[in-house]
């Protein structure tokens, strides 16, 4: 449909193809091209591994997508403290009864599992590409951390030939992005020499101010969300653009 606005999504999937739906729904074009994918890591299960663990912590809808099914069924049980609305989503899909939900940082999923003084360990389900600020916080607390590595995240190795088959000729009107590693490597991709006229006015929209940063040297107007979470994120690309009707 001519006049579309062209929203790059760059997430790993299943999260870009569920945001494909969600920006098509709004009257965007979205072109799906994620840099990075996500890969299952292998946790054993053992008798000591589970003793005394009274709550579960997750900072991503995928720390629980690549969970062990049996670990998850161990623990539906207990409270389950998510980082946003969607990674609970998720959590009550696989067998949590018990949600309680963060603001959408590292920083507030730690404040909200302290101030429940839980009476034991905390898992924390979570990727081996991370920032170590929750765990450090809950232990400064006092809290003792189970930290169970149930995914890694891996940058895609894409060549220019085939993101540029991706992308399509048109330029990119506006570009998702969701990590700093994935912003690194979409500043590389941007300054290419063979992709440089289909960015030449793209404005990227961040998750947070940390992931910004990684783009700044690129040279393009960058936005950053309100909010930690797509769905802030999308109401900073309604603000900057607006769908064709």
Known sequence: MPGRIRVLVTRPEPGASETTQRLESLGFDPIRLPLQETRPEPVALTAALLHGVVAVAVPSASAVRHAPDD???????????????????????AGFAHVIVAQG????LADLVISDAPAGRVAYLCGKVRRPLFESTLRKAGVPVLTLETYDTLMLELDTGAISSGIGKSAVDCALVYSANAAARLAEIVQASDLQDRFDGTIFLCISDRVSKELAGAGRKILVAEEPNETAMLKVLHGAVRPAS
């Open 105 to 108: 940082d590292a920083e507030s």
């Open 71 to 93: 670990l998850l069924r161990q623990w539906s049980g207990l409270p389950c403290f998510a980082v946003g609305e969607a990674t609970a989503q998720v959590a009550r899909a």
